[in-house]
């Protein structure tokens, strides 16, 4: 099976500190995704990764940066987090039938 | 096109059928996709078809693709409480194909009444 973890379940930041989101693969995937879900809006992909150090912006990475130093560790980067960035924020990788697999999310609020 | 459209509600009574119904984008779309999602918890594949089926059964689950219309449905059979969660549709197509980027619905939240 694959397995998808993220860092934490739940995490509480106070404006301006910079915070890290750590997202990490078993299956030797090279794609990797991150994307954020607020209540009426869906999933918003934030950026995603198609190789390591290769990264391109999804529709909404303002506010946001990523780093993929190895094939199976995505990080998700909010350089001085802010109330709007209260979310929960989940990480994907790409199957062989290009199918995402999903890990079990992140709760952030940001006070 | 980045819509993928999915209405936001539907309550059934258990033991009934459930049918959740998407209008995706583009007709070029190879990868179609269902996902559900538990509360609190991230997305659980449930099935996937390709463009050039029209059905796929798997147990209680039943997928119908209608291509003209770009129309893509999920009936779940003999419906359970455990069944309450929230559905999204996703597709693939374009340059997305490439990049393995995936296109979702909002989300159908289904409750399931005992």
């Known amino acids: 099976d694959v397995k998808v973890t993220q860092s934490s379940r739940y995490l509480v930041k106070r404006t301006g500190e910079k915070v890290f989101l750590e997202c990490v693969q078993d299956?030797?995937?090279?794609?990797m995704f991150w994307y954020r879900q607020d209540p009426g809006l869906g999933l918003r992909l934030i950026y995603f990764?198609?190789?390591?150090?290769?990264?391109e912006k999804g529709d909404i990475p303002e506010g946001y940066s990523v780093s993929r130093e190895k094939k199976e560790r995505f990080s998700l980067i909010l350089e001085s987090a802010s109330t709007n960035q209260t979310s929960m924020y989940l990480c994907?990788?790409?199957?062989?039938?290009?199918?995402?697999?999903f890990g079990p999310g992140t709760r952030l609020t940001v006070l | 096109g980045e819509d993928v459209e999915q209405s936001l509600f539907l309550s059934v009574r258990e033991g009934d059928s459930s049918v959740i119904n998407c209008t995706y984008t583009?007709?070029?779309?190879?990868?179609l996709y269902w996902y559900k999602q538990e509360p609190g918890a991230g997305l659980q594949l449930l099935t996937y078809?390709?463009?050039?089926?029209d059905m796929k059964q798997d147990q209680r689950l039943t997928v119908l693709l209608n291509k003209k219309d770009k129309h893509l449905s999920l009936r779940i059979a003999d419906t359970q409480t455990g069944d309450s969660a929230i559905y999204f549709c996703?597709?693939?197509?374009?340059?997305?194909?490439?990049?393995?980027?995936?296109?979702f619905g909002r989300g159908t939240q289904l409750t399931v009444w005992p």
């Open positions: 583009d007709s070029s779309s190879t990868y």
């Open positions: 078809i390709f463009s050039n089926m």
């Open positions: 299956m030797d995937h090279e794609n």
């Open positions: 990764s198609y190789d390591v150090k290769m990264k």
């Open positions: 994907a990788t790409r199957g062989r039938y290009n199918e995402q697999f």
């Open positions: 996703a597709e693939m197509y374009g340059r997305g194909s490439t990049l393995g980027r995936l296109y």
